[in-house]
């Protein structure tokens, strides 16, 4: 079973910044492709990037240009800088290992003046 942690959600002015923290365990993770999702209200969660095990990197049309997907692999960890943000990326952001259907518990993100 793959252990998902996500950290470092808040609440922000539109315009301001994020970093996004995903601990990962349970799996050996340099190999792994990993996701950040998110969860709007009233919405289906959404794939926002992905990054992996070679470090590519996708991302959702609606992030491109504003959000930056990187991993540590001596950390276990995968980050999402979030830069610009606006009202509509208010949402709960969850990380997940491609292949695998563990979650975590979620951090909220919340974009409003």
């Known amino acids: 079973q793959v252990q998902l942690v996500e950290s470092g959600g808040g609440l922000v002015q539109p315009g301001g910044s994020l970093r996004l923290s995903c601990a990962v365990s349970g799996i050996i993770f340099r190999f792994t492709n990993v996701a950040w999702y998110r969860h709007p209200p009233g919405k289906q969660r959404e794939l926002v990037a992905l990054?992996?095990?070679?470090?590519?990197?996708h991302y959702a049309d609606s992030v491109k240009g504003r959000f930056t997907i990187s991993r540590a692999n001596a950390k276990n960890t995968v980050y999402l800088e979030m830069n610009s943000l606006k009202a509509e990326d208010t949402a709960v952001y969850y990380c997940?290992?491609?292949?695998?259907?563990?979650w975590g518990q979620g951090t909220q993100v919340t974009v409003t003046s």
């Open positions: 990054i992996t095990s070679s470090e590519s990197t």
């Open positions: 997940s290992v491609q292949g695998y259907n563990d």
